[in-house]
């Protein structure tokens, strides 16, 4: 089947605008995660779904970065205000569950540009 | 999380094996070794994993120690494609962990 995709795969936002970034895991997948990924940088967690709920957003930068993921399928990204430090590549990733297949499935990202 | 060192970068002439290292000194008796790799403009790709044993899958190897302090991520035949930057990740083998990446290793293989 399809594997996680991410739109859009490129988005310019002024400063200020908000802005939102979409998933789409692969179908049936649990968990899934979401991680930013600076120029030059691993990525870096931060924050994680098993279904609808959040049980993990520990490395969300602000409060102006807000997830949800309200039908434990689709999830979406949403930062407010964006400034030029969230310039950056946003990766989703889907896994099957929390006691089956650990592998993690990445989508190809969303290349976020704060001008 | 236990923490790991990986070279920065390494060359490698393409059809011979890419042999990339990993120290990982503080690991945990129930933590796994996982490999990924991130080809230029795409998202993380898993390779392997691994406890104490040696394994093998149609992408690469993964050799680690008796002690489990470091362990080395083999592509047997190294192509054009392999080129990428390699994650050696630690983690306890539960689907709901996040994955620590660190900085990797960048590397090229030659033509």
């Known amino acids: 089947g399809a594997g996680v995709s991410q739109s859009p795969r490129y988005k310019v936002a002024k400063r200020g605008q908000d802005v939102a970034l979409r998933c789409d895991p692969i179908?049936?997948?649990?968990?899934l995660f979401w991680y930013q990924q600076a120029l030059g940088q691993g990525p870096e967690f931060l924050t994680y779904?098993?279904?609808?709920?959040?049980?993990?957003k520990s490395g969300l930068p602000s409060d102006r970065f807000f997830a949800e993921r309200p039908e434990g399928s689709v999830s979406t990204l949403k930062i407010q205000r964006t400034q030029q430090e969230d310039s950056a590549v946003y990766l989703c990733?889907?896994?099957?569950?929390?006691?089956?297949?650990?592998?993690?499935?990445f989508g190809p990202g969303t290349r976020l540009t704060v001008t | 999380d236990a923490k790991t060192t990986q070279p920065p970068s390494m060359d490698c002439a393409e059809g011979r094996a890419a042999n990339l290292p990993c120290n990982h000194s503080?690991?945990?008796?129930?933590?796994?070794v996982y490999w990924y790799r991130q080809i230029h403009s795409q998202g993380p790709q898993y390779i392997i994993h691994?406890?104490?044993n040696n394994e093998t899958n149609e992408m690469a190897s993964l050799i680690i120690t008796e002690d489990r302090k470091s362990s080395t991520l083999i592509l047997p035949h190294a192509t054009l494609r392999d080129t990428a930057v390699y994650y050696c990740?630690?983690?306890?083998?539960?689907?709901?962990?996040?994955?620590?990446f660190g900085t990797g290793t960048r590397l090229t293989i030659i033509p």
């Open positions: 990740i630690v983690l306890i083998n539960f689907g709901n962990e996040k994955l620590t």
């Open positions: 691994g406890l104490k």
């Open positions: 990733a889907s896994s099957a569950g929390a006691d089956s297949s650990y592998e993690q499935y």
């Open positions: 779904f098993q279904n609808e709920a959040q049980l993990d």
């Open positions: 179908s049936g997948h649990v968990s």
């Open positions: 503080t690991i945990s008796g129930n933590e796994y």
